[in-house]
């Protein structure tokens, strides 16, 4: 199940960028999340049970960031069957204007 569960996560993630920023997109966004909650939970669970003195805190705690989770998915519209997004420069490419100019002049 967890595997299962990993790998459509990343599909979801990774969908949700343009085809020219994808990789970095979604990598830049996935490492900050991991580093800000995955390396701050043990200290925080930590504290909220000594500071309660309660062992259940940490359950809170998870199921705070499953409602959170939820929340998210709930809010990511389906994409299968439509064409994958493109980034600026890329439709930019496609119909024949000048990329170089128009990055630079802004």
């Known amino acids: 199940?967890?595997?299962?569960s990993k790998t459509t996560g990343r599909?979801?993630?990774v969908e949700l960028f343009a085809?020219?920023?994808?990789?970095?997109?979604f990598s830049i966004g996935y490492n900050v999340c991991v580093a800000a909650f995955g390396g701050t939970t043990p200290y925080v669970v930590t504290?909220?049970?000594?500071?309660?003195?309660?062992s259940m805190p940490p359950?809170?705690?998870v199921v705070a960031?499953?409602?959170?989770?939820?929340?998210?998915?709930l809010t990511i519209r389906e994409?299968?069957?439509?064409?994958?997004r493109q980034g600026v420069a890329d439709e930019m490419f496609q119909s024949g204007a000048?990329?170089?100019?128009a990055a630079t002049t802004g």
Not at 65 to 73: F, G, M, P, Q
Not at 98 to 101: A, K, L, N
Request: glycine share 12%; charged share 15%; with cysteine.
């Open 11 to 13: 599909s979801a993630g």
């Open 65 to 73: 960031a499953a409602i959170v989770s939820l929340l998210t998915i």
């Open 59 to 61: 359950a809170y705690y």
């Open 79 to 84: 994409i299968a069957g439509h064409p994958m």
């Open 1 to 4: 199940m967890s595997t299962r």
């Open 19 to 25: 085809t020219r920023v994808r990789c970095s997109g």
């Open 98 to 101: 000048d990329v170089r100019g």
């Open 47 to 54: 504290w909220l049970t000594a500071e309660t003195g309660n």
